[in-house]
């Protein structure tokens, strides 16, 4: 048995058909009136996940130096795991320094920090960089490649598999545009990755002395309003690809295009969807999961009730000027008695449209609620005579 504790009916302006036709309808419009000269291409919503546009989205393709976008959030995981840390130096090998394509020109046998070497490879996009760091974490690329493919897996990126660190061609090794924009959401998730990826020029200074001048790839964040980050790659394989953020307004968009036919296009096609996502929709936060919904009795508890919240944010995107109602409604447990722990599970959080439930989620407490000790009890009993 389950009571309603709370009931939010709030009138927001939204798109008129379910969440779960959400995705398919857009899709379909997008194709009618959209459409991207390259191989393959998607563009999502990233607070709510929601495909926007897609073509051709899950065929696999190589993508050249967009591969190192899964080196960068490796490198970060390991930093915030206390595994790494920025000033931290890594000696190069003769292996590394020896990557052709995009570089840095790191010498082989010297000592380099771990934020120049980020830095040159969310900037540059050197692929000496990327296998120096590759080989810090590791101890060799081979074994850094096994760590990419686990964690593609945790990640869900079913139609993706890395054979190096740095994307240059080899045999077996592809992703989608789908898989991109999920490993690109990923990356967004990390705040320190933003004091990179906006740089526009800079200098890498070797050990020697010399210099080596560092410019951004990703053209978009100096000329499209808004982009902060992103990813390019271009071999001959490939094609050019690009994947991109930005954001407007509160609103941020991620654009993916694969294969397209020179540089100049594959930033038109990625600008093309930016601009036609920021034109056409627009996003709601419905449930902030920093935001108490209500105050649930407890029981064996100093305190009579506690805050609950929701376990996750939960996002809506809709096409600007259409509208729909949704409701947030919160059921509780019958009883709730402690002792709780935080984020422990009290009832549910449904959003409905139309009267049709689109999402579940946990309620949950949002701090440990200790039991009520025997003495503490006694001195209520007494209090209360």
């Known amino acids: 048995m389950k009571k309603f504790g709370f009931a939010i009916f709030c009138g927001i302006m939204c798109i008129a058909c379910a969440l779960s036709s959400f995705r398919i309808d857009f899709a379909s419009a997008e194709s009618a009136d959209l459409s991207v000269d390259a191989k393959s291409a998607i563009l999502i919503d990233y607070d709510s996940g929601e495909v926007l546009f897609e073509q051709n989205p899950d065929e696999k393709v190589q993508v050249a130096s967009i591969v190192k976008l899964m080196t960068i959030l490796l490198t970060f995981e390991e930093i915030e795991a206390g595994n790494l ?9 003769e292996n590394a320094s020896s990557m052709g394509g995009s570089q840095v020109f790191i010498d ?7 934020e120049d070497m980020l830095k040159s490879v969310i900037v540059a996009s050197a692929n000496d960089a990327s296998v120096a760091l590759a080989e810090k974490i590791s101890g060799t690329e081979e074994a850094f490649v096994k760590k990419m493919n686990q964690r593609a897996k945790e990640l869900g990126l079913n139609d993706t598999v890395y054979v190096n660190a740095s994307g240059l061609p080899e045999p077996g090794q592809y992703s989608t545009a789908r898989d991109v924009a999920k490993l690109t959401k990923e990356v967004l998730k990390i705040k320190d990755y933003f004091n990179y990826s906006t740089i526009w020029m800079d200098k890498l200074t070797h050990p020697s002395g010399r210099e080596t001048e560092v410019v951004n790839t990703n053209k978009l964040i100096r000329y499209f309003k808004g982009c902060d980050g992103g990813k390019t790659g271009s071999t001959d394989e490939a094609g050019y690809c690009l994947t991109a953020t930005a954001e407007r307004g509160g609103m ?14 594959r930033f038109n096609e990625t600008s093309k969807l930016l601009t036609y996502g920021f034109a056409n929709f627009e996003n709601k936060q419905i449930i902030s999961s920093g935001e108490s919904l209500i105050e649930a009795e407890i029981l064996r508890s100093k305190v009579k009730t506690i805050p609950v919240y929701a376990a996750e944010d939960f996002y809506v995107v809709s096409r600007k000027g259409d509208g729909a109602q949704y409701a947030v409604t919160v059921e509780i447990d019958e009883k709730i008695c402690a002792p709780l722990a935080s984020g422990e599970k009290v009832g549910t959080v449904s959003i409905s449209k139309d009267g049709v439930i689109i999402k579940t989620i946990d309620a949950i ?5 200790p039991a009520i000790t025997y003495g503490e009890s006694l001195k209520e009993i007494i209090k209360n005579w």
């Not at 840390?85 to 190069?92: C, I």
């Not at 941020?252 to 296009?265: F, M, S």
């Not at 407490?365 to 609620?369: E, I, L, M, P, S």
């Open 85 to 93: 840390s920025l000033d931290e130096m890594l000696t190069t090998t």
């Open 365 to 369: 407490v949002g701090t440990d609620v």
């Open 108 to 114: 082989p046998f010297v000592d380099y920090s771990v």
């Open 252 to 265: 941020r968009l991620i654009a993916v295009v694969l294969g397209a036919k020179d540089a100049t296009l």
